[in-house]
């Protein structure tokens, strides 16, 4: 077995001690903490597998220590002891952060900066559609921009803003439009009260048909038409819509300047505490692993950013509950 005096795990970028649980790649015999490995799912040099690559500590050339049960799958990822039956998919960490910034596109921007800070940092904290982000991020930081156009927003307005963890923000723009939606309702039945009478009785009416016809007949059309307030309740449908329609234009135009101040927020949150001498520790597999420095501050730029899914869900359940009162 090769020597490991005064290396350090690529990982953690913890020396090497006597009785370290230690895996070797087996393509380019770089070593890894057996924990830190299975924290970033594959060899932090798996980019460079195919190259010729192998690594040398500066003495001599590391062969590659094929150990047994110690496998990989194609792409390079890890197969913990115990699981090559299994499907051979990586472990992911208990945050399902990237691998400690050794991803390929955090690494790089590593030495460009934005606002100050490293752009590695933003583009750990963004994890998804990172190149898109980035480049919108140089030209806020760059030009002084107030705005830039999201689709995302524009068409799912509060859901994507909890899906991008924005969550005032998202939590915010889902009061303003449930608030809208109340207004319109209450001028309907207030300014075409025959209008909002007709269509609660024959959409009760129709409560119990299919979905498809919903109980509306042809009948029904007309004698809504022909109710004396009906062009008071279209004219309020009209400005109801374009009001709607108006704060999705904001929130697509808006969207992207104001998940560059989160993600530049999160960034000195996460810096201060790091400096202060915080450290992270991850428990995988039940074998815990300190991370402190930039390793640390990448990894809980990764773990705090990102997306939810869930979180978009749970906005779009609980306005739909709410709307049903």
């Given at each position: 077995?090769?020597?490991?005096?005064?290396?350090?795990?690529?990982?953690?970028?913890?020396?090497?001690?006597?009785?370290?649980?230690?895996?070797?790649?087996?393509?380019?015999?770089?070593?890894?903490?057996?924990?830190?490995y299975?924290?970033?799912?594959?060899?932090?040099?798996?980019?460079?597998?195919?190259?010729?690559f192998?690594?040398?500590?500066?003495?001599?050339?590391?062969?590659?220590?094929?150990?047994?049960?110690?496998?990989?799958?194609?792409?390079?990822?890890?197969?913990?002891?115990?699981?090559?039956?299994?499907?051979?998919?990586?472990?992911?960490?208990?945050?399902?952060?990237?691998?400690?910034?050794?991803?390929?596109?955090?690494?790089?921007?590593?030495?460009?900066?934005?606002?100050?800070?490293?752009?590695?940092?933003?583009?750990?904290?963004v994890?998804?559609n990172?190149?898109?982000?980035?480049?919108?991020?140089?030209?806020?930081?760059?030009?002084?921009?107030?705005?830039?156009?999201?689709?995302?927003?524009?068409?799912?307005?509060?859901?994507?803003?909890l899906?991008?963890?924005?969550?005032?923000?998202?939590?915010?723009?889902m009061?303003?439009?449930?608030?809208?939606?109340?207004?319109?309702?209450?001028?309907?039945?207030?300014?075409?009260?025959?209008?909002?009478?007709?269509?609660?009785?024959?959409?009760?009416?129709?409560?119990?048909?299919?979905?498809?016809?919903?109980?509306?007949?042809?009948?029904?059309?007309?004698?809504?038409?022909?109710?004396?307030?009906?062009?008071?309740?279209?004219?309020?449908?009209?400005?109801?819509?374009?009001?709607?329609?108006?704060?999705?234009?904001?929130?697509?135009?808006?969207?992207?300047?104001?998940?560059?101040?989160?993600?530049?927020?999160?960034?000195?949150?996460?810096?201060?505490?790091?400096?202060?001498?915080?450290?992270?520790?991850?428990?995988?597999?039940?074998?815990?692993?300190?991370?402190?420095?930039?390793?640390?501050?990448?990894?809980?730029?990764?773990?705090?950013?990102?997306?939810?899914?869930?979180?978009?869900?749970?906005?779009?359940?609980?306005?739909?509950?709410?709307?049903t009162?």
């Amino acid at each position: 077995m090769p020597t490991l005096d005064e290396i350090k795990c690529p990982v953690c970028g913890v020396e090497f001690a006597e009785g370290d649980d230690v895996v070797y790649c087996p393509d380019c015999g770089t070593p890894h903490h057996r924990a830190c490995y299975n924290m970033a799912g594959h060899c932090v040099n798996a980019r460079l597998h195919g190259t010729g690559f192998i690594f040398n500590d500066g003495s001599a050339v590391k062969e590659p220590a094929k150990q047994e049960k110690n496998k990989t799958t194609a792409e390079g990822f890890y197969v913990p002891k115990g699981s090559e039956g299994a499907d051979e998919k990586p472990q992911p960490s208990i945050f399902a952060a990237p691998s400690l910034g050794t991803n390929d596109l955090v690494s790089h921007y590593e030495k460009e900066t934005l606002d100050g800070e490293k752009a590695s940092y933003y583009a750990a904290a963004v994890r998804t559609n990172v190149v898109r982000f980035m480049n919108i991020f140089k030209k806020f930081d760059t030009s002084g921009k107030k705005a830039s156009w999201n689709w995302g927003a524009f068409f799912f307005g509060p859901y994507y803003l909890l899906f991008r963890k924005m969550y005032s923000h998202g939590i915010g723009l889902m009061i303003i439009e449930t608030l809208v939606s109340y207004l319109g309702s209450y001028f309907m039945s207030v300014k075409a009260p025959i209008f909002t009478k007709m269509t609660q009785d024959i959409f009760a009416a129709g409560a119990n048909t299919t979905f498809r016809s919903l109980g509306i007949t042809q009948a029904d059309i007309n004698a809504v038409r022909g109710a004396a307030d009906y062009q008071t309740a279209v004219t309020i449908s009209i400005i109801l819509v374009a009001v709607l329609f108006l704060i999705r234009i904001i929130a697509g135009a808006l969207a992207d300047k104001i998940y560059f101040s989160r993600v530049k927020n999160l960034i000195k949150t996460v810096s201060e505490k790091i400096d202060e001498g915080a450290s992270v520790s991850a428990f995988i597999n039940a074998a815990p692993v300190d991370i402190s420095g930039e390793k640390a501050k990448l990894y809980y730029l990764s773990a705090k950013g990102g997306t939810s899914l869930f979180a978009a869900l749970i906005g779009y359940l609980a306005l739909s509950i709410i709307m049903t009162l």
